[in-house]
């Protein structure tokens, strides 16, 4: 594996995505260019040097459940211990919960670099990291002092626990007990597929779990999350007896293979309550909003490491005359199809990487800002940018990874060059965190139902409104921006309707396409990056511009029940 990490690359889509906009707010003392420089250095030669060494490794060896207990591959535990030492964890955390108090999208920039290198090991400070969100809003003091803390410091990691085999994109349908023992609760139930659910990289583990207390009604209104520790954790902060909660599998998987994902047995656990009961969906939403714009970065980051190892592959094989060269065996680097692949790799990476970082910026804004207006807008922009953080740049990942196992040929289809696992690795991401479709109904349903709309008018104003000055640019991209206010208007007229639901993902789609082209569009700023935005214009935004009429053509004949006989 030679990742290496693209760091002028991503400063400049920090740049592109309003990164100085976040200083200009004085909140983040800390975050000059000189430390932001310093802090990407230090992240690529960690994640270069000890994290991608064990992509392949890991993938090979996977997890395993002994005694009672998940073993991580080799040099994982190594790898997290240093991860840890190295403060990794602390980078966006607040100060007095013992946090660097840097901004959000720096830490997000440090993930892409972390999953490039190794998307299974990436996932467990995923996780933490949205425990940290959720305890620092809503946890107690008590909590935050002895759960906390601890998170903060990498020292223990945090779980998400909320699927069940009858409760995925439904989780109105959870069914774990809790049932109050004093002060505290007993928590009893059956979880699946959770990520780290068990490992032996970390001494303890935080578990965030779903539950349903007794007299609660039905429905995603009776559902309270618990904080349930692995191992009890006394009122001075000392590990105890284990609780009554235990992995009892992990699944064999298509991809990230060193990554354990858990069935999850709570027998009677120990549980403290987060938040007021019924409050469990809304607050374990602050996490999914982290979490899934994380997942996002996932499909950034593979698709950049991909990306890398498509270009490095084709740099070296030779194969074919090239139009452009008089070599007899051309490397098919300099072979025009193969360029075009290169070209929309490296394109798509680069779009939905500003797209994410764009995100990131407006939650760290939203939270941050001085003053309550710039607050608010900025709250509307993330909302209405997570879902196509999520679902777009998923989609783009394993799109991207897809085309590097074609520049390959054959060979991209054999596991020891690594293009395939990419491709194997990047599909998971569409599918957890809300599967795409569930986030294409979120942007169409909940998202655009803000304000009457006002999140997506704003963002196509402000789009619209941006100076681009390369012609073959901007007319596809004011285009494709027309595009988006008739398909949003269309959606907005139509919101909860089978049309509307039918047309969600084709509408995420249209406006991800040119959300991206509109970043590249404002990041060409030399003659590469014009170059790049002029083949996005042509290849992505051109076709984006008819998805548009497709909107419209409504769900009826998804109903032609013929088609599917039986
Ligand atoms: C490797 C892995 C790791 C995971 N990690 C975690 C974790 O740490 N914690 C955790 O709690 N869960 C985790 N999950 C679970 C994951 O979030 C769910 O699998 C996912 O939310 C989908 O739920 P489901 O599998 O039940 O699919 P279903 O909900 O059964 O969905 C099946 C299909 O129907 C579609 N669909 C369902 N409902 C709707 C709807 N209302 N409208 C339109 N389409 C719909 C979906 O888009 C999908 O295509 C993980 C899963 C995997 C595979």
Redesign the pocket.
Known sequence: MTYRAPIADIQHALKVAGFDALLETGAFEGADAETVAAVLEAAAEFTQGVLAPLNRSGDQEGVKLENGKVRTASGFADAYRQYREGGWPSLAAAPEFGGQGLPGVLALAVMEMVDSANMSFGLCPI?SEGAVHLLSLHGTKRQQELYLKKLVSGEWTG?????ESQA???LALVRTKAEKNGETYRITGQ?I???YGDHDMAENIVHLVLARLPDAPPGVKGISLFLVPKILVGDDGKLGAANSLRPLSV?H?LG?HASP?CVMSYEGAYGEIVGNPGDGLALMFLMMNAARLHVGMEGVGVAEAATQKALEYARERRQGRSPWSKDQTAAIFDLPDVRRMLMLMTAKTQAARAICYATAIAADLAEHARNEHTRDAARLREEILVPIAKAWSTDVGVEVASIGVQVHGGAGFIEETGAAQFYRDAR?AP?????N??QA?DLAGRKLGLEDGKAARDLLIEMRSTAIADKKIVAPLHDAIAACERATDWMISNRGTPDALAAATTYLKLMGDTVGGWMLAKGADSEPRQALARFYAAQILHPAIGLADTIETGAADLQAAEIFPG
């Open positions: 996780l779980t998400m626990n909320l699927t995925g994109s439904d979880k597929f959770i990520t699944e998987k990230i994902t998971i599918i957890y965190e809300g599967t479709g569930i109904m």
